[in-house]
């Protein structure tokens, strides 16, 4: 179990990818207790790769994950099994089952995982609805609400179980600018008032610079780390031409790069 001063995720030479295809390849890093952690990199650099082995989805070909001390990768079902409750996930498309209410969605995990009764589960999904802004929407189909509601509703179930760390896969994914700047907001209040770990993948710039504390930043034919430190360092002080560019929104130098 860690202490104070130890990170709440630990990635030690991890190699991942598929079969014989490796994506990434001896990367280490540490995650920080209420950090907002951001991963970017472009098209195919493992983005979605890393976080599918940090939240134990997939299997890495080598290396440890330590999560809150343990190692999601070596450990037994049963210590696996804490691991998991220690951490929510957002996937991408917010992936909320559209034959259930809102209420329904949030109280999910609840109703699978503890003997909560049915009021005590209700109040709980409740006081996460309105956590995320959504308060009042509980009985709301997901199809009648904006993408950045069935967003915020997707965070509202991924936090039911109380975790200490919430893994966001391209929260702003097709949202306005507006949109995505007030889910931006709800992401950087959440850390502070609940002093929660966010890791989070994405490559939109606006919430890169609006939520992140620390940013990792993968290449896809190095398979490594290329950069790490905050937006503004990265934007910045940067002597690697590619890093500049991205943090910069330039283009390629030439076509084809």
């Not at 498309?93 to 999910?108: I, K, P, Q, Y």
């Not at 929260?171 to 949109?179: E, K, M, N, Q, R």
Request: proline share 4%.
């Amino acid at each position: 179990m860690s202490t104070q001063a130890d990170p709440i995720i630990r990635v030690d030479n991890l190699t991942a990818g598929y079969n014989e295809t490796v994506i990434l390849d001896d990367i280490s890093f540490d995650v920080a207790v209420g950090e907002v952690f951001v991963i970017v990199g472009g098209s195919g650099c493992g983005k979605s790769t890393l976080m599918n082995n940090m939240i134990g989805l997939t299997k890495p070909l080598n290396g440890s994950i330590l999560i809150d001390g343990d190692d999601i990768v070596t450990e037994d079902e049963d210590v696996k099994h804490r691991i998991r409750r220690k951490i929510g996930v957002m996937f991408q498309t917010g992936a909320l089952f559209g034959s259930m209410t809102l209420m329904e969605n949030v109280r999910l995990a609840l109703d699978e995982f503890t003997d909560l009764p049915r009021d005590a589960a209700e109040l709980i999904a409740t006081m996460k609805l309105e956590l995320v802004g959504l308060r009042g929407y509980g009985d709301y189909m997901p199809a009648e609400l904006s993408g950045g509601m069935q967003k915020r509703a997707a965070i509202a179930r991924a936090m039911v179980l109380d975790p200490q760390i919430l893994f966001l896969d391209e929260p702003s994914a097709g949202l306005d600018p507006v949109t995505s700047a007030g889910l931006d907001a709800l992401i950087r209040n959440l850390a502070k008032t609940l002093t929660m770990t966010f890791v989070i993948v994405t490559h939109e710039l606006a919430s890169i610079y609006a939520v992140a504390d620390r940013v990792i930043m993968l290449e896809k034919d190095l398979k490594k780390i290329v950069a790490e430190g905050t937006p503004q360092q990265l934007r910045d002080r940067t002597d690697n031409p590619w890093v500049a560019r991205f943090f910069h929104r330039q283009p390629p130098e030439k076509v084809g790069y």
